[in-house]
């Protein structure tokens, strides 16, 4: 517990100063760009998000040896893109809320949030070919590319009531595994990491983004809503088959499969939803999906084994105990 | 005329070559990619474009000393921005159609053309970054960046119809100019050009860019529809307010004024072509909106002027000759 506490006035500290270089930007910009295309941009950036790409590149970086300011430039490119991803995603996904605000697409248009999520992109995307070179780029623009295939895979995937696990790991790799590692990896290539630590940290990013997508879709079914912002069974209701109803599916006998298989088979899921839950739950299949994401996080923790000097405990300590956050966290 | 003929065959084979160098990426992806995105972006890329953007990329670079195969992927990075910009723009103007075909999002919907137009983006900036450097991706993300920033103005300048020239040439400036003129500056810098050149390239591309979108701007007045794919006066009835107009409004005695204002301030518009077309006509607009094309066309080619050594006169002349095209083209 105490841990959570330093780990949380570390990651306040640091989000605060991301936030002052975001502000920093946005201020260059308002003095060229049109007036509304810069309260769009505030008002998508500035929602409470925990800058967690961000903070990751930077503490990557350090960990590989350098602190400098530009890390947190290169950083803030992280939550550009995420931003740009989030703006077009509240489109498809037709949204109305976004973190307890009114969704950009919802309080501006669509217009305004497919021009401001192609700002964004683009203007990521020129400061990480600035700071992280060729390579660094290439890293990131994958991970763009990645997520876009995954959200066609997930279109197709919709319907599918027979998905399996192999398809529900390559689908969250793409939609959240792919920027967190590229975060890691990005920011450790700026850090001057060697290929190893390079390699170590993008692994780091791979398992947690994996736990934080798997606790994501657990709190779908088990968190509270006044804390997640999301009514229980959301997923479900959408027809998205989560890893929690896929192992239950594999662990349930008989009947409980069958009867699974015609709740998921439903047109209007949400009267389901009270059912599922409580099939997954008696076979076990939430707490399979949870030991899954406490493997990932400890694979997670395992790959850093190799910073080992002395100087480089702080920052490893950090990344340990977010990693270890990503189990505790309620929204 | 044996001028347009001479310069016709030269872009078709240009061009031919470019789209095999989009069909290689294409077949790529294929192998690792969804196959419903491979069916939008093919479906996007292929429709018969002139492909002027990469063809800018890879005369530029040839006539600053470099000829060789990459310029043709870094061309093709152009089109993919550029066909990224269309998917989003049909979006966002709710067109049903793009060169005589169903627009991409009412084939395959607002999500899939929301998606492959951010793949081609973030695929675009990847090659650029890749094989023009930092400057090259710099000079290629500020076109976007101006593009976006050109939409939002358009956006708010719909309404207004005090709109004077330097409104208008600022705003065709973002929408057509910088991207142009990324196109021959990247292709210079790509090419080893001297700043000399760069810089005398990239100020083609702007009046290019801008006699180019003069020309479109007339052509929505005075084009055949037959060829143009589109009817009279669409602009007008858009609320965009052009050239032609805005010169006419200048040049109007009082009573022609007091009538295109009443007639711009209509509601529905569509009755108001016929006569706004007779008035801007009888007052000298369009002819007054062409000799500004013309005089665009004459900088570009003047621009040229330093390259003046024997061995750069074919490209030079296949500038000259598309700067002149795009006076005489009727689509």
Do not use: W
């Not at 077009?88 to 969704?103: P, V």
């Amino acid at each position: 517990m105490q841990q959570m506490e330093e780990l949380r006035a570390a990651v306040k500290i640091e989000a605060a100063k991301i936030d002052g270089y975001m502000r920093q930007d946005l201020a260059a910009l308002e003095a060229a760009r049109d007036g509304l295309l810069c309260e769009v941009l505030e008002y998508g950036l500035f929602n409470g998000g925990k800058r967690i790409r961000p903070l990751l590149v930077v503490l990557a970086s350090r960990l590989c040896g350098n602190g400098d300011e530009d890390a947190y430039r290169l950083g803030c490119a992280f939550e550009y893109l995420h931003a740009a991803t989030l703006f077009h995603d509240d489109i498809i996904d037709n949204s109305t809320m976004r973190r307890g605000k009114t969704a950009v697409c919802r309080q501006y248009g669509t217009t305004q949030a497919i021009l401001a999520g192609d700002f964004l992109h683009a203007m990521s995307m020129a400061t990480v070919g600035r700071l992280a070179g060729p390579r660094g780029l290439e890293i990131f623009c994958n991970a763009t590319i990645g997520m876009v295939d995954g959200e066609f895979m997930q279109l197709r995937n919709a319907a599918k009531e027979t998905l399996g696990e192999p398809d529900y790991y390559h689908a969250i790799m793409r939609k959240t595994g792919l920027l967190i590692a590229a975060a890691c990896e990005v920011g450790a290539l700026y850090g001057g990491g060697t290929d190893a630590q390079v390699e170590a940290l993008r692994l780091y990013g791979v398992h947690l983004g994996c736990a934080f997508q798997i606790v994501d879709d657990l709190l779908d079914y088990q968190g509270d809503p006044a804390r997640t912002g999301k009514a229980v069974g959301n997923d479900l209701v959408e027809g998205k088959i989560t890893l929690p109803v896929i192992l239950a599916r594999q662990m349930a006998g008989e009947e409980d499969r069958r009867r699974l298989a015609a709740l998921l088979a439903m047109d209007v899921r949400a009267a389901a939803v009270a059912e599922v839950t409580a099939i997954v739950s008696r076979v076990g299949g939430f707490a399979a999906a949870r030991a899954r994401a406490e493997s990932e996080v400890a694979s997670a923790v395992e790959g850093l084994r190799i910073f080992d000097l002395p100087g480089q405990q702080g920052e490893r300590r950090i990344f340990e105990q977010l990693a270890r956050y990503v189990l505790a966290r309620e929204k």
